[in-house]
Structure formats: C-alpha cells, structure tokens
C-alpha cells in the first residue's frame, strides 16, 4: 500500500532563501508524481508532474526531482518570495489514477 | 468554464440532511475525481470516473455516499443522512484521461461542508 510523507510539516524562511521540500513514498513502482500548491481556502494547483521515466522537471524558479530507488521526490525552489507563501503536496500514483496525497508542508516566506 | 467550477461553495447543514455537491469540470476532460480534505489532514480518495462510468469507489467512506456522472461533464456527490464526520472540504479535479502516462490533475476551490 502506497503511503507519502512529508517533511518538514512547516516551514519558515526569509525571502531571497533557496530552498527544498522533501516528499517520501514506500511503493517505488509509481506511474509518475505531482507536486500542488494550495492557497488558504482554494483548491490545489499543479506546479510540475514528473512521469517515472524522468527524473526531473523545471517550470521557472521551480525544480523536481524523482529518484524512484530511493523513494523520494524533492521540490527546489529558488530565490524564494512572499508570494510563494502556500502549502505544498505531492502525490503519487502507482494504479493509473489513484493518487496518494502526503500532508503537506506549509511553507511562510518572511519579507 | 477555463477551470474545475464547484458549488456551492460553502453548505451549512443540519446532521441527518441530505446534501448534494457538484462539480463542472474542464471542458474535454474525461477523468474525473472526488477528494475529502478534513482539517489537518491529507486528501483522501473519495472516487474517479472515467467518463460516465465509475471504475473505483473504493474511497467511499460508507453506503451514505453515492457519485455519479453524466454525459460524460458534470459530477455530483450525494451524501444522505449527514453526521458531524462529514464535515471537511471536499474537493473535485478533472484530467484530460489517466493511464500509465498521466495528465497532470486540475482542481476546484472546493465545497467547505460544515454538519452541524
């Protein structure tokens, strides 16, 4: 059974900091994996999807990579910003559309 | 519409109502799925349709609730005989399909249910 973790569950950083979120899973025969962000309040946008072939993937300031040996996904981003200020999911599916949520990381970027 | 549209937004019921939530998803999207955030928690796994058709409702969390979808678009998620468990946010997304190679997940704002 596929389970995601996150860590750190929150996290505080000033502004101009790079930095990276860490997402764990247990099952590495997964399809591909997605990173969100979610406003207070809102639904979750997709930042990046990487497929199993891939090991990484890049949208602006924004980097992920997947090493699937080691379970693990991490999210850089770079010269981070207030307005990045959100909470932060991965998900993975190992079926061909379920995928498993981790809890998050509530990232607060300080101005 | 350009994104996945949920109403109502907000839904204050009395324990032991029926409610009904409903999703529009992206035009042209044959995938669709319902997700359950409670406070401090994951998204849970609610179920998906593949078209009109509902290939996995393992995630429901009992009998009281049903989904369907027609013409292969809107979505909705009946939940009968509400309790206080209930509430959370529930939160529809669409795909372009599923499979092996993905499409990435597009998501409402979300129905915030409140039973009380």
């Known amino acids: 059974k596929q389970e995601v973790t996150q860590i750190p569950a929150a996290l505080s950083v000033p502004e101009g900091e790079n930095l990276v979120l860490n997402c764990s899973f247990t099952?590495?025969?997964?399809?591909?994996l997605q990173w969100f962000r979610q406003d207070p309040g809102k639904g979750l946008t997709s930042l990046l999807l990487?497929?199993?072939?891939?090991r990484e993937q890049t949208s602006g300031r924004l980097n992920a990579s997947l090493d699937k040996s080691s379970g693990r996904s991490t999210l850089y981003i770079a010269a981070s910003q207030p307005g990045d200020s959100a909470t932060y999911l991965c998900?993975?599916?190992?079926?061909?559309?379920?995928?498993?949520f981790g809890t998050g990381t509530r990232l607060k970027v300080l101005a | 519409g350009a994104g996945v549209s949920q109403s109502p937004s907000n839904k204050v019921t009395e324990k032991g109502k029926d409610v009904e939530l409903r999703c529009d998803p992206i035009?042209?999207?044959?995938?669709l799925y319902w997700y359950r955030q409670s406070l401090g928690q994951g998204l849970e796994f609610l179920i998906y349709?593949?078209?009109?058709?509902?290939?996995?409702k393992s995630g429901l969390p009992s009998d009281r609730f049903s989904a369907e979808r027609t013409g292969g678009s809107v979505s909705t998620l009946t939940i009968q005989r509400t309790q206080q468990e209930d509430s959370a946010v529930y939160l529809c997304?669409?795909?372009?399909?599923?499979?092996?190679?993905?499409?990435?997940?597009?998501f409402g704002d979300g129905t915030r249910l409140s039973i009380l």
């Open positions: 997304a669409s795909s372009l399909g599923a499979g092996r190679l993905g499409q990435p997940q597009h």
């Open positions: 099952d590495s025969a997964i399809y591909n």
């Open positions: 990487i497929q199993s072939s891939q």
């Open positions: 998900a993975a599916t190992s079926g061909t559309y379920k995928y498993i």
């Open positions: 035009s042209g999207h044959t995938a």
């Open positions: 349709f593949q078209g009109n058709s509902a290939p996995d």
